[in-house]
């Protein structure tokens, strides 16, 4: 596969239900030319906790939105999701496969319309093929700069900082 030349780092992070996936994904990126850096787990724990390992992942693209993204995974990356949403900038989209939804309806479409960074696996509910094929569509799918999206993005950051400062 020939590497590509990428303006951005691609932050990972799972607890032990994406354990194994992840183990998967990072060469994929890595051989696909995108500069990884694993957040974790680092060693199977049926025992973890995802926050510890989303967090890093959120809070790296929440720094550095233009120039990073973030790629969660767990059980059913609802509460990935979550985490990853409490940090500023950052914009993550759920994924689960088919039958709950098509790779063009949502991770498509959360590119184009949300400009989202993070992207939340749930790693029960599909299989590594069919989040490797997810992961390219969103890596792959551009914003639309369309001024809709634009302004309800910016909406979306000014309630944030309204609930920051409550």
Not at 35 to 64: M, Q, R, T
Not at 108 to 135: D, M, P, Q, W, Y
Request: proline share 4%; charged share 25%; hydrophobic share 40%.
């Amino acid at each position: 596969m020939a590497k590509k030349s990428v303006h951005f780092k691609i932050y990972i992070g799972t607890d032990h239900a994406g354990f194994k996936m992840k183990q998967k994904l990072v060469p994929w990126l890595k051989n696909m030319g995108y500069e990884v850096v694993d957040c974790g787990a680092h060693h199977y724990d049926e025992y973890d906790d995802y926050p510890d390992f989303i967090a890093p992942v959120a809070k790296a693209v929440s720094l550095n939105p233009e120039h990073s993204k973030g790629i969660i995974l767990g059980g059913s990356g609802q509460g990935e999701a979550i985490v990853a949403n409490r940090f500023p900038n950052v914009r993550a989209i759920v994924f689960y496969g088919k039958p709950f939804c098509t790779f063009k309806d949502i991770v498509k479409l959360g590119r184009e319309h949300n400009n989202s960074n993070v992207i939340s696996i749930g790693a029960r509910f599909i299989s590594t093929h069919s989040a490797k094929i997810a992961i390219k569509k969103w890596l792959d799918t551009h914003f639309s700069w369309a001024d809709k999206h634009i302004r309800r993005i910016k909406k979306i950051e000014r309630v944030s900082k309204e609930v920051k400062n409550m």
